[in-house]
């Protein structure tokens, strides 16, 4: 599988944006689709996942209620909406894909997008 995460870009405090996960070469090890961040100096870690063919939902408390993670079968995209975005929502975020759905473990996660960055300034 391949990924090509964008929609990334600077946004002040209260904005919103929209990322998107273009995937191509789906198999059935791809089950579950996340955005993952991560910011400069912490780990990465799981915001939002979706799974490909169910289109069960996870958020993470940091983005629960500001964010909508959805997927688009004919196009082969899955997309980030962030609303009432906040400083600490700034980071590099990535797609990527997983077997499993539940697991957030990072090493969970077998192929990855090159990253999109988020920058939010207050």
Known sequence: VQLQASGGGSVQAGGSLRLSCALSGLTVSDNVIGWFRQAPGKERELVASITWRVGKRY??????????????GAMNTVDLQMDSLKSGDTAIYYCATSATPGLHSVSNWHSWGQGTLVTVSS
Not at 59 to 72: C, E, F, N, P, V
């Open 59 to 72: 958020y993470a408390d940091s983005m629960k209620g500001r964010s909508t993670i959805s997927r688009d």
